[in-house]
């Protein structure tokens, strides 16, 4: 079996296989071929920030993080051994953690590590986890495979906020000009609202952006700023425009709305639309809630902007991280459309025991839709969504409680529920045991 890509999800899903006992030929490009953003040869190199974020159960990825540990990720192994302090994140060594991955990985008497790039997909049992700077050459091989409009070079995300946390006494549902029902919550904004907006935008910090992104910036995807930065009026007629709406509170057209669309399947995530950014997490928090019914509003998400290779999940991948129409190739790792080290290890936990699982003539699987990788999964793959953006592990994705609690009560109980369910699961699946052989990491 092949698997193509050192990264986080191609070490993980080598560990896994290797845990059942069964071998693969992992093919890593570095050093023989660079990328835009990696700099050594190391297997599971962070390219950015050296942080795996919050590391408690209040947050969907410090529940993820758990869940990780109790499958037996081999990321979380290193990344708990090479540990900096950084008060409630879990922030590692990058240099301590790569190299105790790459020590673990080489160590795995089934893995034979070849270091070379792959431009075609093989035709065996394959996990492709090349990630979001996947080589141009295999890039092209999978928009083959994958058909040419289902294959992502850029993200241009949007916020996305929870609908509890919009204050539905300022906002209003309703689609432009009654077309569509009410499928839109709208954030009214008067004059001076706009223009304290507009410089509110222009003045925020921004994130830095890379010599190798500046030609993402299509009309279509271009960042708010860069739009207040054409002129003070630009928002008001691009994704700030107000016609076709009447706000009913006062029955006049606003001089300027923001419009929220709904995200998942359950209508509890509702996405900023066009509002993709490059302001920085804390900057996009002060200067959006300052738009009219998102004072108290929760983000789930933030904006940006940057190259990322990810394929149109929904369209072409089932839960089980299987093709559609391909089901002996697996993909895993940010290039299926999460975002983030955590969330592309821990599909590449999952692509691992699901090629075992193929391998041994068992139908694959994916966890309870209540873990915080079940929900992740579920997301990127559920069918029918449109204009399909990268997602984070957040608790917005769980299914409800039955119980009504609020803020960290209702994470912590999502938590517990969560890791309650993992365990039945497990159990029921019978997952293989200690990983072969075993390893002292880091
Ligand atoms: C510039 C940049 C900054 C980022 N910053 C952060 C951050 O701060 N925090 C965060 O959580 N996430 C960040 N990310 C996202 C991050 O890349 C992913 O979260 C994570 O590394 C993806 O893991 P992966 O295993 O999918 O891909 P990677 O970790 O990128 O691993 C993929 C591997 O495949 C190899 N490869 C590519 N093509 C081929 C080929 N044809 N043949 C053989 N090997 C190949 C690559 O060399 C690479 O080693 C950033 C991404 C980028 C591009």
């Known amino acids: 079996m092949t698997i193509i890509g050192g990264g986080l999800a191609g070490c993980e899903a080598a560990w896994q296989l290797a845990r059942g006992g069964i071998g693969a030929d992992l093919y890593e490009m570095r050093p023989v071929r660079g990328t835009e953003a990696h700099q050594t040869d190391r297997l599971g190199e962070l390219v950015c920030s050296n942080s795996f974020r919050n590391a408690t159960l209040e947050t969907a990825v410090g529940l993820l993080k758990e869940e990780m540990r109790r499958l037996g990720s081999i990321v979380m192994q290193v990344a708990d051994a090479t540990r900096v ?208 019914g998102l004072e108290q509003a929760e983000f789930v998400r933030l904006g940006s902007l940057h190259r990322n290779t990810f394929i149109n999940s929904p369209a072409v991948l089932l839960p089980s991280l299987q093709v559609i129409g391909r089901k002996r190739l697996l993909l895993a790792g940010q290039l299926v459309g999460v975002e983030g080290y955590v969330e592309s290890a821990a599909t590449g936990l999952l692509a691992g025991l699901n090629a075992e699982r193929l391998l041994q003539g068992v139908a694959p699987l994916s966890p309870p839709r209540t873990t915080a990788l079940g929900s992740l999964v579920a997301y990127v793959t559920q069918r029918g969504k449109k204009g399909f953006q990268p997602m984070n592990a957040n608790y917005g994705l769980l299914p409800p409680l039955a119980r009504p609690l609020r803020g960290r009560d209702k994470k912590l109980a999502l938590a517990e529920r969560a890791l309650a369910d993992l365990a039945r699961w497990q159990t029921s699946v019978q997952f293989t045991g200690e990983p072969t052989p075993s390893q002292t990491v880091a």
């Open 85 to 292: 302090p950084a008060g409630a994140c879990l922030a590692v060594d990058r240099l301590h953690f790569a190299d105790g991955l790459t020590r673990a990985v080489e160590a795995l008497a089934s893995v034979r590590i070849v270091r070379e790039e792959l431009t075609e997909l093989p035709l065996g049992l394959t996990i492709l986890a090349t990630g979001p700077l996947t080589s141009p050459a295999l890039s092209q091989a999978l928009q083959t495979a994958l058909g040419r409009t289902h294959l992502y070079f850029y993200d241009a995300i949007a916020p996305i906020v929870t609908v509890d946390s919009v204050d539905m006494g300022v906002a209003w549902k309703a689609s432009r000009y009654g077309k569509g029902g009410e499928d839109y919550i709208n954030c009214p904004l008067d004059r001076e609202q706009y223009y304290r907006f507009v410089a509110a935008v222009g003045g925020a910090e921004k994130v830095a952006t890379r010599d190798f992104e500046r030609c993402i910036y299509f009309e279509g995807c271009m960042p708010i700023e860069e739009m207040a930065r054409r002129g003070p009026d630009t928002l008001a007629f691009g994704p700030m425009r107000p016609v076709g709406l009447v706000n009913p509170r006062d029955g006049k057209r606003p001089y300027a709305c923001v419009q929220l669309r709904q995200d998942d399947a359950e209508g509890r995530l509702f996405n900023l639309v066009g509002f993709q950014t490059k302001m920085t997490y804390a900057e996009q928090r002060r200067v959006f809630r300052m738009i009219p």
